[in-house]
């Protein structure tokens, strides 16, 4: 009943550049190639107002899921252009609230500050744990409580997997009380580069997988399990009251956090250098550095295929990439498709088994894509699919459906 009483809200961490895909607009607005050409802003704006239309048929109400998101001196002002061109892919322009993150200065092996031009200092977001800083700044918190909003979920620009405002996930977490919560995906292999949800000491925190011991990483249960095995996926569930606690007592206690990254400087000549390896030190803020100050804290493991699939490099590189994004999106509404009764081609118009799958790094074998709008994770295409046969690619869309529906 949450999301339909407007006590629901998602929160989008958007501050970063796909600097590491080659580009320099924000992630959100990157298109990873899939058959209706959407991008990651889109494909998330069309899941809210699929959620908020589920749970107006189902509760017989209008309701909203405000959208906020936390941007950077670098992406606010692309991402409010990409949202008013795109007429906010739907949504009301008032429930989309954007707000900027704080700059800090970027520093040399030296801990000296770096220069981007002369006069002009080197400056980076201060990490995705800045949001708590950026919530009192931008008086978000006080936004949330005129709106009703009581529970949070929190996540991040780059998973194309992500679901909005999942009413799984929050009713999980509300039924047991919590004030804050993260899903998790078991780890692929130990040094998979995912941080480990875990407690230390008896504190729920996350542990940075370049601050886990190898040998740590790598110890195994009795069925051959790995001990540390829940990786973080930067998705996560608040209380409205926690970060209003965080915003007041704890936000200043977050620890820094170091990460080399390539900065573009000039030199001491003032020549402009863009480096081919890192060069500069950004101190950073995270997210999850709030979990030991909740009081009722809870792990909700999901299935990676079916939710986590990270945009993070360019093409050619062996993960996290724009192929393994889309296939994995792809593979998903596969698998849904023949789930609902539908035999799938591949694109040379030959049957492909009911069980036939293709990793993320593979060429998909069906293209076949489903809009948001036409369903949120799976349900309702049985009617729509069930006895049909589907070409590649295809795209079921609102007016697809519509006319399959009269069929």
Not at 268 to 285: D, F
């Amino acid at each position: 009943m949450k999301i339909s009483e407007n006590r629901v809200g998602v929160l989008l961490l958007a501050g970063g550049q796909g600097t590491r895909l080659g580009v320099q607009y924000p992630k959100g607005m990157y298109n990873v190639g899939l058959p209706s050409g959407k991008t990651l802003y889109q494909i998330q704006a069309e899941r809210i107002l699929k959620i908020q239309e589920l749970s107006d048929r189902k509760h017989g109400s209008k309701c909203t899921v405000p959208w906020y998101i936390m941007t950077s001196e670098f992406t606010l002002a692309p991402t409010e252009k990409f949202f008013k061109e795109n007429n906010y892919f739907g949504l009301e322009s008032s429930n989309i609230v954007m707000f900027e993150q704080r700059m800090v200065p970027a520093l040399d092996s030296d801990q000296k500050i770096i220069m981007q031009d002369k006069g002009k200092l080197a400056m980076a977001p201060d990490g995705n744990g800045g949001l708590y800083q950026a919530l009192v700044d931008n008086e978000v918190l006080e936004d949330m409580k005129k709106r009703g909003v009581e529970y949070l979920h929190v996540y991040c620009v780059d998973n194309i997997l992500v679901k909005m405002a999942d009413p799984v996930f929050i009713g999980f977490c509300v039924s047991k009380g919590a004030d804050c919560g993260a899903k998790v995906v078991e780890k692929a292999y130990p040094a998979e580069p995912v941080g480990v949800v875990c407690r230390v000491r008896g504190v729920a925190q996350v542990v940075e997988y370049n601050e886990i011991r190898e040998i740590t990483a790598e110890r195994r249960g009795p069925g051959g399990e790995l001990m540390f095995s829940a990786g973080n996926i930067c998705n996560h569930f608040f209380t409205r009251a926690f970060l209003q606690e965080v915003a007041e007592k704890y936000k200043d206690q977050l620890k820094q956090h170091i990460a080399l990254k390539k900065v573009p400087c000039v030199d001491m000549c003032g020549n402009h250098v863009t480096p081919t390896r890192p060069n500069g030190i950004k101190l950073e803020k995270f997210v999850f550095d709030v979990f030991p100050f909740s009081r009722s804290f809870v792990v909700f493991e999901v299935l990676r295929e079916d939710e986590f699939s990270p945009l993070k490099n360019a093409d050619g590189a062996a993960t996290d990439s724009p192929t393994t994004a889309r296939n994995a999106l792809l593979a998903q509404h596969s698998r849904w498709a023949t789930a609902a009764g539908a035999t799938l081609l591949d694109e040379h118009g030959n049957l492909l088994p009911p069980t036939a799958s293709v990793s993320a790094g593979d060429n998909q074998a069906a293209r076949c894509e489903i809009s948001p709008l036409v369903s949120y994770f799976g349900e309702g295409l049985e009617k729509l699919l069930r006895g049909r046969t589907l070409p590649s690619p295809f795209i079921l869309d609102e007016k697809m459906a519509k006319e399959l529906q009269a069929q």
